[in-house]
């Protein structure tokens, strides 16, 4: 009786194991041989998102579609998931890259592979409507500690958090864009931090919050911070990436690529500024 | 209304992935409660340990946890489970631990007297099992396996974090696009709380059929 059981679920389980086994890797000739390649995206407007018609739109979709384009993939399966899953889920392979305007950063470096730089943007604060805190900045954040902040798990404004030497108690975690209008409108945290874009598109939805104005961008070793964004790749997928950033370092020269983002809301300095370094600099701390 | 209508199509696609999820992992989990329940009764010391081990290790740490083992961490070792089996797998692992001691609790309750008859009928230990414990057990075990398939249908939830876009994740997905809190969750809730009324109904149905075909009345397994 035992073993009956036993050898049920023992097969079973062989069986689904090893109809899904995957030993998928971002390989450049079988990318390119069967034209379809797996990307994630984290659900934030404008840097990538799903619509309600189930496609990948905003600043790394829309580009990666075009320069994939230009590949001759056209096959993309598009995966939606939290934002800090994304690397995790790149590590483990469960999709070749990520397109969601990641900030290359040191930290990131180690962990994974980005390509050229593709966008940058500026800082923001959400507050409530009216800005009762009167925050406009970082520093702000310093100077009263009882002012909390929100951010998203995995996000970069910790790190510009940290290095204004923000405790602990004071950092909020956020599951996701989303739950920031409700946090900040609520009173749970006095202030949101995101880029500029994302702080700009939250208030335009909603009367409860604002963004803080004016507003002082937050400056870490001496110069003001701006984020700035690529498509991030498995550390062990450098053909490809070398021939996708080929591709990417042609397309940046059309207009075709500034009106994609100037449509999300850049403006031409930002595209200048993220033309102007490279992820080489980002990586080693000097951008 | 008019709002509410357009949110529907996109939830109950979700809702659909959800029932699918609810139903494997509760019949994967459903196999898994026996085999185990009725492992940690053997006399064999091995499969009684392999038993123990599995029904402690998934009752004592966190189902979200189990999923992000599966689905982060298993691939880094070799082995790459797609995101809807990785979250079967956790879920009915999950459910599997709970429902083997409902049935081991079952199995013990059956009154000794029923044992004695059986060696005094010279009925073998397998046939003891299957023919006169087990069809007395499984009527003891139905009421707290409803709430364990209610409880399965609820956990599925935690999928949409490991890239499934069930109702869950329809919703946050929904709430990105619309920036609309109040609405979807509330007709989230909704959807649940109809799917875990169909559940359960169909978890007495079941609960009856069996009654009858063991041949006591309801809610009285023995007089």
Known sequence: ?287 | MEQLLNLLPPLLEGTWVTIQLALASTVLGGILSFAAGIGKLSRNFFVRAISVAYIEIFRGTSLLVQMFWLFFALPLMGISLSPVLAGILALSLNIGAYGAEVVRGAINSVTQGQYEAAVALNFSKRYTLWHVILPQALVEMMPPFGNLVVQNLKDTALVSLITLADLTFRAQNLRNLTLDSVPIYSLTLVIYFVLALIFMSGMRWLERVIAFRVGVAQGRARA
């Not at chain 1, 035992?2 to 109809?19: H, P, Q, V």
């Not at chain 1, 397109?99 to 994974?112: G, K, N």
């Not at chain 1, 602990?168 to 864009?177: A, E, G, L, R």
């Not at chain 1, 370092?249 to 200048?272: K, V």
């Open chain 1, 1 to 287: 009786m035992n073993r009956k059981i036993r050898n049920m679920i023992a097969s079973t389980l062989a069986l689904a194991l090893i109809g899904s086994l995957a030993f998928a890797q971002a390989d450049l000739t079988e990318i390119q041989e069967s034209g379809s390649i797996r990307i994630a995206t984290a659900n934030e407007i404008p840097y990538g998102w799903i619509d309600e018609n189930g496609d990948a739109r905003g600043i790394g979709p829309d580009v990666a579609e075009a320069v994939l384009a230009n590949m001759g993939v056209t096959d993309i399966d598009w995966t939606v998931t939290e934002f800090g899953s994304l690397i995790p889920g790149l590590i483990a392979d469960r999709f070749d890259m990520v397109a969601a305007s990641q900030a290359v950063l040191p930290a990131r470096c180690e962990q994974v592979d980005f390509s050229i730089i593709n966008s940058s943007y500026g800082e923001g604060l959400l507050v409530e409507a009216g800005n009762p805190q009167d925050i406009h900045g970082y520093e702000d954040f310093v100077d009263n500690s009882n002012l909390t902040m929100g951010i998203v798990s995995g996000a970069d404004q910790l790190d510009f958090a940290q290095a204004y030497g923000l405790r602990q108690n004071q950092i909020v975690s956020i599951p996701s864009n989303t739950d920031a209008l409700s946090a900040v409108a609520t009173g749970r945290v006095d202030a949101y931090a995101a880029t500029g874009l994302t702080v700009g598109r939250l208030a335009l939805n909603s009367e409860d919050v604002e963004a803080a104005e004016p507003f002082t961008d937050p400056v870490v070793d001496g110069e003001p911070v701006r984020s700035f964004g690529a498509f991030t790749l498995n550390a062990d997928s450098d053909e490809f990436r070398e021939a996708f950033n080929e591709e990417l370092g042609a397309f940046q020269e059309t207009q075709e690529y500034r009106d994609i983002l100037l449509s999300h809301g850049l403006t031409e300095q930002d595209i200048d500024a993220a033309l102007a370094v490279t992820t080489e600099e980002l990586c080693s701390g000097e951008g």
